[in-house]
């Protein structure tokens, strides 16, 4: 019999697994997620305690119990459940009456069940994985559709434009703002319109100051967070091709905004009575224009295809991107938020260091060609830098083994005099 999640919600394990990840996260562990897991929790008793001869009653409580003796039955547990979501039958166990997509099981044993042993403190060995799922039909055809293409003048990869051209005429300017933010930093929409309009004034009202001073300023805007998705840090920045749109669009359409009001807003339905009002703009709303804008392309969402324009698919670009860049895997984590063993050390370098990583990969994701040629200048600006100062220190490495060599033949001298004297 399988329990309602919510009584489960009282067990000392639960408890405890989410005031881990409430330390883990540094705030509150969403309702979504704690729903997530006690359902998840849920069907896991209901599978264990559907063992044919058995006298056990499971409990959360129980299964960490078990699994603190010998963590191998828990991984067994977790391997079983696994496909007994599936409708797999599973050898002692009765069969499954609700089964679930691969993706489904693999959220619930992988993801939740092993994280409420995790959070528990039961530490499974890194072999212990989840089995490779086959990519959905959908996504394979999503490969036939390329947003990159081999230049065979100097033989790199550049993004071919066209198509997100094309797809961007057919946009307003708030909405090709979005678009050309969610490609250059590789977020979701839904960390892109936490934003506000005082986040992106600070900015330029910085480089005002700087200017002021004679300073040389690349104007990119410059994004530190948290995915709210995973909760793992990234630092990114935004194209400059994307910055002045951005820019653009606060100027033409959000002028009088106050700093604390959303950058990005769609016209609504407000409380009864209010009539039409501005709203946060929310990712279903992006994805709608996308998938509309996609249509009137002949582009259309299928059981064999999905819309290639759509928002998910502009971090795959970004992605792709940073590895034709030839851009270091710490920084590619560090940009979009991958929690990996390394992450933390790229994300501790300078934010300067992390800008001059991210220009290399700029003009990949630049669609207009607006900052294109500035990227490239900025790079051979930064590179003649370098050089200059690789060259100053080797003219020190120089000196310096010369005056070695001076104080050795100084030191054979005395050595040698001390010699005389002593014989």
Request: proline content about 4%.
């Amino acid at each position: 019999m399988k329990p309602k999640p919510r009584d489960l919600l009282n067990y000392e394990s639960l408890k405890t697994a989410f005031e881990n990840m409430t330390l883990a996260r540094g705030k509150p562990v969403p309702k979504k997620t704690i729903d997530h897991y006690a359902s998840s929790i849920s069907f896991f008793i209901e599978f264990n305690n559907s063992r044919e001869g058995s006298s056990v009653t499971w409990n959360p409580d129980l299964f960490i119990a078990e699994a603190r003796e010998d963590v191998k039955k828990a991984q067994l547990k977790i391997v079983n459940f696994y496909q007994w979501l599936q409708g797999q039958l599973v050898q002692g166990y009765k069969s499954n009456t609700h089964k679930v997509s691969e993706s489904t099981a693999r959220q619930r044993a992988y993801s939740a069940i092993r994280g409420f042993y995790s959070n528990n403190d039961i530490m499974f060995p890194k072999s212990f994985k989840c089995p490779e799922i086959k990519a959905p039909k959908a996504t394979q055809a999503d490969q036939t559709v390329p947003f990159f293409r081999l230049d065979e003048r100097n033989g790199k990869f550049i993004l071919d434009r066209s198509l997100l051209k094309h797809f961007l005429s057919n946009m307003k300017l708030r909405d090709q703002a979005i678009a050309l933010s969610l490609l250059s930093t590789s977020q979701d929409g839904g960390d892109l319109f936490s934003l506000n309009v005082g986040w992106a004034r600070a900015q330029v009202d910085m480089w005002k100051l700087r200017e002021e001073k004679g300073e040389n300023v690349d104007k990119r805007f410059y994004w530190n967070g948290n995915r709210s998705k995973t909760s793992v840090e990234f630092k990114v920045f935004f194209t400059k091709e994307a910055t002045e749109f951005i820019r653009r669009y606060l100027e033409q359409e959000r002028a009088d905004a106050k700093d604390d009001e959303p950058l990005f807003v769609t016209t609504g339905n407000g409380e009864e009575g209010s009539g039409r009002v501005q709203k946060r703009m929310e990712p279903r709303h992006i994805s709608d224009i996308f998938r509309d804008i996609a249509e009137r392309m002949g582009i259309k969402n299928s059981s064999k295809y999905q819309n290639p324009l759509r928002p998910k698919r502009l971090r795959h670009i970004f992605r792709t991107a940073c590895t034709h860049a030839g851009i270091d895997e710490g920084y590619i984590h560090a940009f979009m938020g991958h929690k990996s063993s390394i992450s933390q050390i790229y994300l501790e370098k300078p934010d300067q260091v992390l800008e001059i990583e991210y220009s290399q990969v700029e003009p990949l994701l630049t669609v207009f060609g607006v900052a294109e040629s500035e990227s490239l200048r900025t790079l051979e600006q930064q590179l003649t830098e370098e050089r200059a100062k690789r060259a100053q220190l080797q003219d020190k490495v120089e000196k310096q083994d010369e005056r070695i060599k001076q104080l050795e033949e100084h030191i054979e001298k005395i050595l040698s005099r001390f010699e005389e004297l002593a014989s």
